[in-house]
């Protein structure tokens, strides 16, 4: 191998396939949060809005839009160390419609702002704050197209044949619907838990994990795991997921809210990891007549590695402080958190 | 040529990458400095017991939040969505070989998001030492955010012993980095300072005196301008030679851009010191603003010349603007364009082409990243007045020709196919201008 050999994968494939995977599930954690706070504007401006906490409910939905922007670079830097080749060429092939998540973006992380501005105007709910709730919800739908459109097209060795959206990008769509719907789900128990003080689960919570567990479901016996050599495994996790969801939607519905948001996070968290396996499954094996990973040239960085392997570690110290020290700030004040 | 290619119209792919490019530097920049100032000013402003100041930059961190958290983030997406599009060889070679130090940033940017987030939300709802606390943990974050990505923008210049080695850290610590990263540093609290007088001149909760006593904090961060010469200098003598000299007299464009970017730099930080700090004079909303277009067209002036002066390649001596190495071109150049089968030729059978669409196809590998048809340096108004011969000359010796342009890359058969191609482009036909023989159809 000549010594510049910039192409080479710049660590085993193993070790970014891990990564690419434990990122992912992070971002769509952040993602669930995200649709959680988006649920709780829905019922502010449509529902029992004196139960819930403004400032904390606007304070949640910018966090997780952020947070959900930064865990998804993370993924996304993977994708392109492992599959560019697949991932610009089905990037290339949508052109403006893929650069469009920018607007996207844009539109759905101020709307927040101004459907905070609006409900500070107006008191409380009106038909403008509405249409901003409703504004970020469309934008995230038109994301998660895009996206699944991205994903579908990039599975293919050849994705220029595709001129028009993949035919499997609504079934895909269903399935991260499941995964968000049961990960928000889980996320409303915790915010309804930590802003409601008669303890009682959230109506949208209890709707989320029982529209997620009958999600998972169905999308778990329709794809197409099976063909994989990991299927078993991302078959197993999301039937694990979507019985831990059954049982937090029924004891939602039974106002045990205590109980139901641990296994609703572990459901959360079993059937992101058994989406994510049953996702890079599938692409490995859509890929493998023409590129197989374990079988690229490998430059490793240890190095570089350590570097950025020190960082993470200092960097989960800090977040660590920077939760205790909000902690200690909202136990100090008897002010909304 | 193992992509397909993206047309972006007649905008042409330099101003797309430009416009998303210099808007993302900008309010990245902006996020690093003023996340250096806040903390900055308020512990002056705790030791002085300076409520005026303390107010006013809880106000200026919300602008902080909306401006660069929001647009800044989802710019940043952009650019690299951008890239991929137009040079997708370029940003898989960054990416396979700086993923860690990517990898790193992306662990400083989200320390940096959640610390500003946490700093902005519980402003008064913590002790003020840990406050400041937090936003030292955002300002260094931010500023390593920095110096990790200044690493890989500085290797597209310089990539250094990169090119012998093929060593991760010969190419990210590469010449231009510490010139480099402080120019920027410079450039972030000088905008960061300049947005003090902006923001606080349409603060509503500030009379004249107020107002002047929050500029005159703030305008401690332009002084550094007053370093961009002698940083430039040192940028130079760091970059190749060939580059220096683009910027110091051998481009018009370049020379203009780069005297203007450190002029302006300059003069606003001896403003800064002789007006604001040193006379405490205050500035109007008016002026303030005209400064703050000064210093974004001097940053922009400034990374146009950073690009600019890089060409013909996109990394320096490794791969050109159309993302074609050396080596690719030796080898089109020996066994010619379509042997090595491009992806964007690999459903058709180029012997059933004719010559012109065969061109076609070239240009769009080759040419249209830097040439639209029509639009954005359009190849057809360039063509519009050369005759055949003149083509054919000026694209066989493109590098000779003009120092900025990548050789062709191709067989004889291949210049005939793109001179076949460009002379269709003409409004006027070639006949029209004298020429004496039609492009040759090839005898593939």
């Known amino acids: 191998m000549s010594v510049l050999n910039p192409m080479a994968l710049p660590a085993p494939s193993a070790l970014l396939l891990a990564l690419l ?42 966090l997780a839009f952020s947070t959900t922007i930064t865990a998804g670079v993370a993924p996304l830097l993977f994708v392109q160390v492992l599959y560019g080749k697949y991932f610009y060429s089905s990037s290339i ?29 107006a008191d409380g709910p009106s038909a403008s704050g509405k249409a901003f709730v409703l504004l970020t919800i469309v934008m995230l739908i038109a994301i998660a197209f895009t996206y699944a459109w991205n994903h579908l097209q990039s599975l293919s060795p050849a994705p220029w044949t595709y001129a028009v959206p993949h035919p499997q990008v609504a079934k895909r769509l269903i399935g991260y619907a499941g995964g968000t719907a049961i990960a928000s789900g889980a996320w409303a128990l915790w915010l309804g838990h930590s802003w409601r003080s008669d303890r009682k689960t959230p109506r949208g919570a209890s709707i989320a994990l029982i529209l997620g567990c009958l ?29 831990l969801a059954f049982i937090a939607g029924i004891a939602g519905f039974l106002n045990r809210i205590g109980l139901a948001r641990w296994p609703a996070s572990l459901a959360a968290l079993a059937g992101l990891s058994g989406l994510m396996i049953q996702r890079e499954s599938y692409r490995l094996l859509m890929l493998s007549g023409d590129y197989n990973p374990s079988a690229q040239a490998v430059r490793a960085q240890w190095g570089p590695f350590a570097m950025f392997a020190v960082v993470l570690l200092l960097g989960i110290a800090t977040f660590i402080w920077l939760l205790r020290v909000v902690r200690a700030a909202q136990r100090s004040t008897t002010a909304v958190p | 040529m193992n992509y397909p290619i993206f047309d972006p119209g007649p905008m042409g792919s330099s101003t797309l990458i430009a416009g998303v490019a210099i808007i993302h530097i900008l309010i990245a920049h902006f996020a690093v400095g003023a996340g250096i100032a806040i903390p900055w000013l308020e512990a002056r402003a705790i030791r002085r017991n300076d409520q ?66 946490v700093y902005y939300f519980y402003w008064d709802k913590m002790p003020p030492k840990t406050h400041v606390k937090v936003g030292i943990v955002y300002a260094v974050s931010a500023w390593l955010s920095l110096f990790v990505i200044n690493g890989i923008l500085a290797f597209m210049l310089t990539p ?40 606080a001149n349409l603060d509503r909760h500030l009379d004249r005196e107020k107002c002047r006593h929050i500029i005159h904090s703030g305008s401690v961060f332009l002084v550094p301008l007053a370093l961009m010469i002698p940083l430039s200098v040192w940028f130079f003598a760091a970059s190749p030679r060939a580059a220096g000299e683009l910027a110091l007299g051998g481009s018009v464009a370049m020379t203009m851009f780069f005297g203007f970017g450190i002029l302006a730099s300059t003069l606003v930080g ?86 012109e ?88």
């Open chain 2, 270 to 355: 001896l403003y800064a010191y002789f007006g604001l700090i040193k006379n405490r004079r205050s500035i109007n909303i008016e002026t303030s603003l005209l400064l703050a277009a000064i210093a974004l067209v001097a940053t922009g002036s400034m990374e146009y010349v950073r690009e600019g002066i890089r060409k013909p390649y996109i990394v320096y001596d490794y791969m050109y603007a159309n993302g074609l190495t050396a080596a690719d071109v030796s080898r089109l150049n020996h066994s010619g364009f379509f042997a090595a089968k491009p992806v964007i030729a690999r459903e058709t059978d180029p012997l059933s082409l004719s010559a």
């Open chain 1, 215 to 243: 999600l998972l479901l169905v999308w778990a016996s329709l794809s197409q795991f099976a063909a994989s050599a990991w299927g078993a495994a991302a078959w197993g996790m999301l039937l694990a997921a979507a019985a």
């Open chain 1, 21 to 62: 995977g434990f990122s992912f599930v992070v971002h769509m954690l952040f993602l669930g949060l995200l649709v959680a706070a988006l649920w709780a504007r829905i019922g502010a401006e449509w529902g029992t809005r004196d139960t819930y906490q403004i400032e904390s409910l606007h304070r949640a939905g910018v």
């Open chain 2, 357 to 444: 669409e065969r061109g076609r196809l070239i240009y769009r590998v080759e040419c249209q990243r830097c040439h639209a048809v029509d639009g954005y340096n359009a190849i057809r108004t360039l063509v519009n007045n050369w005759d055949i011969e003149m083509i054919r000359s000026n694209t066989r010796q493109l590098h000779r020709l003009k120092w900025f342009m990548p050789p062709f890359a191709g067989t004889e058969e291949d210049l005939n196919d793109l001179v076949a191609y460009l002379v269709s482009l003409r409004s006027d036909r070639w006949e029209d201008k004298g020429a004496t023989s039609a492009p040759k159809e090839s005898s593939r």
């Open chain 2, 160 to 199: 250094g012993d990169w090119l012998v080695t093929g060593s991760f850290w010969d190419g990210w610590l590469n010449p231009t980095f510490w010139p480099s990263l402080l120019l920027r540093t410079v450039s972030a609290l000088a905008l960061a300072g300049i947005f003090v007088a902006v923001v």
């Open chain 2, 52 to 117: 005026v100041l303390a107010e006013f930059l809880r106000r200026y961190s919300r602008f902080l939040i909306l401006f660069s958290f929001v647009a800044g983030a989802v710019t940043g997406v952009g650019i690299w969505f951008v890239i991929a599009l137009i040079s997708p060889e370029a940003i898989s070679l960054l990416i396979r070989q700086f993923v860690w130090a990517w990898a790193t940033e992306w662990v400083f940017f989200a320390i940096e998001i959640t610390s500003g987030y």
């Open chain 1, 93 to 121: 092939t949508i052109g403006y419609p893929w650069l469009a998540i920018v607007g996207y973006l844009l539109i759905g992380f101020y709307s927040l702002y101004l459907w905070r501005w609006r409900w500070e105007k």
